[in-house]
């Protein structure tokens, strides 16, 4: 069964940083480019980033570049995304997913992708 599974959500004060983990079973990422997406209440779900799965090439949305950090470990199968200066506006339900073929092709659209993850809640508030 292929799936992925996010960690390291919770509650943060503004300012603060976390650490998503997303872990693959069932599939080696060697060969997808993993997505991160996020909805907050009463939003559409919206592209936060995305990495090739070589880790050579990354893309941010707009609002988080230069505090948000997308990386991959391989070998342990897991994609991470660093998250630093966080604002209450980044408070919303993250998740990952999975795009064959390795490139972030259209990397924001959610229907790139095939395998989605169950979500982590982020809360970012004083």
């Known amino acids: 069964q292929l799936q992925l599974v996010e960690s390291g959500g919770g509650l943060v004060q503004p300012g603060g940083s976390l650490r998503l983990s997303c872990e693959a079973s069932g599939f080696n990422l060697d060969y997808y480019a993993i997505g991160w997406f996020r909805q907050a209440p009463g939003k559409e779900r919206e592209g936060v980033s995305c990495i090739s799965n070589s880790g050579d090439s990354t893309n941010y949305k707009e609002s988080v570049k230069g505090r948000f950090t997308t990386s991959r470990d391989n070998a342990k199968n897991t994609v991470y995304l660093q998250m630093n200066s966080l604002t209450p506006e980044d408070t919303a339900v993250y998740y990952c997913?999975?795009?064959?073929?390795?490139?972030?092709?259209?990397?924001?659209?959610?229907?790139?992708?095939?395998?989605w993850g169950q979500g982590t809640q982020v809360t970012v508030s004083s």
């Open positions: 997913a999975s795009q064959q073929g390795g490139w972030c092709r259209s990397w924001f659209s959610g229907a790139m992708y095939d395998v």
